[in-house]
């Protein structure tokens, strides 16, 4: 049943002229009087009363016309509000980021952006990495910001910045008075980690790995400043990235100390599914922040 007949069918509804209606719609009389007929076949009833070329809707097409312009209705609502949905200036970008940057870089690319386009507005979810790669891939998000670079052919991907991981270690540890760390030298210490299944907390068991040890993890969080928490309250020590400034209160009886091991930092980046349509208020923050991420974040 095709929508523009249906369209057709509201008009000779409203003119009760088969003429009439053809010239308002810009088709031939034949046209419209052979569409009618077909949509009459199609519901199994006549909808309309016949005088000549006058055609007054019958207590069957009154009905039809009733429901087919509910319909046409919610299509043309459907159509307005995907239209403002994809504009470059009022969209929706639906983007997923991990909670280490639900306190600084997700705040400060979305406020700095939304400072040049207002009506653009975001559909944000928070998650591990895993959960942000599943949401990505199934089409739930646009974009994501993760480390590491997501596996998968699927996934496109651009790096933002680097980050060092340091030693989160209480104030008035033994460490506390030192300024670098190999990790080796706390393989006996309880660890304060988050969750498994979160990058960072991968990060830091490869670390450890390398550095001859498994991390004997006293307490896991999810939630990255609750770990920074648990450390200045003594529990134990972790590994997390700096602290920037932009972020909520963090503890002050923290002393960070940097670790010497190689590949003690992350790969930040941005990652979408190449293959897939962005609409213009996705590509444009898209660009935007390839452009102008790494000098925001600086900032």
Known sequence: ?????????????????????????????????????????????????????????????????????????????????????????????????????????????????????????????????????????????????????????????????????LLAVPSGHRLAGRRQIRLREVADEPFVALKAGFATRALADELCSRAGFEPKIAVESQDPTTVRSLVAAGLGLALVPAPHSTGPELPSSITYLSVRDQRASRTIGMSWVAARYQSPATEHFRRFVLERGSQITRC
Do not use: C, K
């Open 1 to 165: 049943m095709d929508v523009e007949h249906l369209r057709w069918f509201v008009a000779v509804a409203e003119r009760e002229h088969v003429t009439a209606a053809a010239a308002e719609l810009h088709v031939s009389q034949p046209a419209l009087s052979r569409a009618v007929a077909r949509l009459e076949a199609q519901v199994g009833v006549p909808l309309f009363e016949r005088h000549g070329r006058s055609l007054r809707l019958n207590r069957y097409g009154a009905t039809y016309r009733a429901h087919i312009e509910r319909a046409l209705n919610e299509l043309d609502l459907a159509r307005l509000e995907l239209a403002d949905e994809t504009a470059a200036d009022r969209g929706t970008v639906a983007l997923a980021f991990g909670p280490t940057f639900g306190t600084w870089l997700a705040p400060q690319l979305l406020g700095t952006y939304r400072a040049t386009r207002p009506d653009v507005r975001f559909h944000l979810l928070e998650g591990s990495s895993g959960a942000m790669r599943t949401w990505l891939s199934d089409g739930e998000v646009d974009l994501i910001l993760t480390s590491p670079r997501p596996a998968g052919r699927e996934f496109a991907w651009a790096t933002l910045l680097r980050e060092q991981l």
